[in-house]
């Protein structure tokens, strides 16, 4: 799979699929329930609440209940904030990103913390509801606004590019991109205790007592929506199953050296890139395994690629991009017209060089697919 290439374009328009028809094929990148999901990218407008805010719906396709654990990352992969939500068996929890950054998560409750069935109801089906370790300590005390003070300053400073206080230094999470909106990307994974963890740190994965489980239950939906322009893309959730038994090269492998157990993303795409009115999604493996933050005047690297091909309709070489900074981010959108200068599609191989002794980067392109709301209920 390392070595072979996926359509962005054609993953983009894949539609849910449904559960009692789906099943697994590892290493495929299918579109079933999974033991992660990524949310390759999203934007909040911290300015304008009628500007661009971005909607995930994350589903549990199994009867029995789980947690998920949601953590946000920077567009440099710093995490910011991460929580836990319960999901009773086919449960359905939805996120609106601007609540989050307003502080404020989706308040749910496993069985022991909610005995009432008033936060998170099972309806006429109690063998769906469930409890899990060390969530007494943690749902019994949620209430909005949940992230507040310096993890809130951490979570809205980090994703907008300004200057964050750590351990009496300033450091940056992320690209300034010289406006008011929040960038970055999303991982939710299956666990199965409450706790503070991002998954970049020791004993998350594997171990006597890991916090991430590896049962396939999850999915996700995702929206981009621009209130006041009245439209809405489709985003691709990328759904990661946990496979039975260790294979060289995993998604987090970069931070659990493998205990993850996770399916990896390939390297090279092609994508659709009609310059006009294209939009590509697109995420990176940087390959990078600190997560403390850049000094503010230097920055992050550039991730550079080993290049873009382009064609035309008449099979024309098209590409305007040189290959080394087109794509500079770990978790980025992008007009197509960047790589591309005419209608056609791109041939992008975005394997990182410079990192001696490891797998080829991984990569995600998803290509945004654009809709007027009027009139939407």
Known sequence: MRSGWKSGALLAMLVPFAVQDAEASFC????????????????????????????????????????????????????????????????????????????????????????????????????????????????????????????????????????VAVDG????????????????????????????????????????????????????????EWPSEKRRASASAVHLEAMAEAEPGTFYERYSGGADLRERLPTRWGARAFAAIDEWVVWRDGGATSTEGYDCQVGRQALPMNGATCFDQAESLTSVCQGETCLPLESQKV?????????????????????PGQEPSQAWVGVLRTRDTVGDA
Not at 43 to 55: M, S
Not at 76 to 84: A, E, G, H, I, M
């Open 335 to 355: 007009a197509a017209s960047t790589v591309s200068s005419d209608n056609g599609w791109c041939d992008l191989d975005l394997s990182s060089v410079g990192l």
């Open 169 to 224: 230094e300033e450091l940056c999470f992320g690209q300034n991109h010289g406006d008011q909106v929040a960038r970055g990307y999303l991982t939710i994974d299956d666990t199965v205790r409450c706790a503070a963890s991002f998954p970049s740190e020791p004993g998350y994965f594997g171990g006597t007592d890991p916090v991430a489980s590896n049962d396939n239950q999850l999915w996700a939906e995702v929206w981009l």
């Open 28 to 163: 495929a990148l299918d579109h079933v329930p999974a033991a992660t999901v990524l949310v390759p990218y999203f934007e909040v407008d911290l300015a304008d609440d009628q500007g661009v805010t971005t909607w995930v719906h994350l589903y549990n396709s199994a009867p029995e209940a789980t947690l998920a654990k949601v953590t946000f990352w920077t567009d440099w992969s710093v995490p910011t904030v991460n929580f836990d939500v319960f999901l009773t068996g086919y449960d359905v929890v939805r996120l609106d990103l601007r609540d989050v950054f307003a502080g404020n998560i989706p308040i749910t409750a496993d069985e022991q913390s909610d005995p009432g069935d008033a936060i998170s109801p099972h309806g006429e089906h109690p063998e769906w509801d469930g409890s899990f370790s060390f969530c007494q300590d943690t749902f019994q005390f949620l209430s909005n606004p949940a992230i507040v003070r310096d993890e809130r300053e951490r979570l809205v400073d980090g994703h907008s590019g300004q200057p």
